[in-house]
């Protein structure tokens, strides 16, 4: 089967070209779920030329599958759990409590890193345009749209390259509006739709974050 994407830049060209009506549009921003993310929010934030920032929230992976998510948290508290996917594996709680707590830590991490001299996020009133590299579960999308819901922006809008049907629809009824370019009947991980799915690093995200203000100051 031919991969639909090139890499999370050109899935992020893509998905600007979607996003063409939110260009220079005041009281917007585009915020990326770190790391996978950023390359493909990144290329949609200098498109539409409006600020580019993150949103932390992290996956929390079935011990021994990893990539496979139970659910994810976020700051404040938020913490989404996919039944489903715990019953299946027979996950008990305390292994959700220890996988919770490492990514809590993580989380901590990324928010130091990732922030730094960065003012704290503001999208009270804001048009929001919420990007990853595309999801399975949707686990961690659910979390960041929660966290973001307690800001009360203006609109959210969840913008993704790839998502199975059945997601896509459960967040179209939780967001303002759902951009998706391919929800295929069969999913299976999201790096199997991209010809480089390499990993994005924190230094790539760092620079990006810095490279998309500059672009917008200039």
Same mark, same amino acid.
Not at 159 to 164: G, K, L, Q, T
Not at 166 to 175: A, D, F, M, N, R
């Given at each position: 089967?031919?991969?639909?994407?090139?890499?999370?830049?050109?899935?992020?060209?893509?998905?600007?070209?979607?996003?063409?009506?939110?260009?220079n549009?005041?009281? $917007?921003? +585009?915020?990326?779920?770190?790391?996978? @993310? %950023? #390359?493909?929010?990144? =290329?949609? *934030?200098?498109?539409?030329?409006?600020? $580019?920032? +993150?949103?932390?929230?992290?996956?929390? @992976? %079935? #011990?021994?599958?990893? =990539?496979? *998510?139970?659910?994810?948290?976020?700051?404040?508290? +938020?913490?989404?759990?996919?039944?489903?996917?715990?019953?299946?594996?027979?996950?008990?709680?305390?292994?959700?409590?220890?996988?919770?707590?490492?990514?809590?830590?993580?989380?901590?991490?990324?928010?130091?890193?990732?922030?730094?001299?960065?003012?704290?996020?503001?999208?009270?009133?804001?048009?929001?345009?919420?990007?990853?590299?595309?999801?399975?579960?949707g686990?961690?999308?659910?979390?960041?749209?929660?966290?973001?819901?307690?800001?009360?922006?203006?609109?959210?809008?969840v913008?993704?390259?790839?998502?199975?049907p059945?997601?896509?629809?459960?967040?179209?009824?939780?967001?303002d509006?759902?951009?998706?370019?391919?929800?295929?009947?069969?999913?299976?991980?999201?790096?199997?739709?991209?010809?480089?799915?390499?990993?994005?690093?924190?230094?790539?995200?760092?620079?990006?974050?810095?490279?998309?203000?500059?672009?917008?100051?200039?």
């Open positions: 089967m031919r991969k639909k994407f090139s890499n999370r830049t050109v899935a992020g060209l893509m998905l600007a070209q979607e996003l063409y009506k939110y260009t549009q005041e009281n $917007l921003i +585009v915020l990326a779920l770190p790391r996978g @993310g %950023v #390359p493909v929010a990144f =290329e949609v *934030a200098v498109a539409l030329h409006v600020p $580019l920032d +993150v949103c932390l929230v992290r996956k929390l @992976g %079935v #011990p021994g599958h990893k =990539e496979l *998510a139970m659910g994810a948290i976020a700051a404040s508290g +938020v913490r989404i759990l996919n039944y489903n996917v715990i019953n299946s594996f027979g996950i008990d709680n305390q292994s959700i409590q220890q996988v919770t707590a490492q990514e809590l830590r993580e989380l901590e991490r990324r928010y130091l890193l990732y922030r730094r001299d960065r003012p704290p996020l503001d999208i009270n009133n804001k048009t929001v345009i919420l990007i990853d590299d595309g999801f399975a579960t686990s961690t999308m659910l979390a960041a749209i929660a966290l973001l819901r307690q800001q009360q922006p203006a609109k959210i809008v913008a993704v390259p790839i998502a199975p059945s997601i896509y629809e459960q967040l179209h009824s939780l967001v509006e759902i951009i998706c370019l391919f929800t295929p009947e069969t999913m299976s991980a999201i790096g199997f739709w991209y010809q480089d799915f390499t990993q994005t690093t924190d230094d790539q995200v760092c620079q990006l974050l810095e490279e998309a203000g500059e672009l917008l100051s200039s």
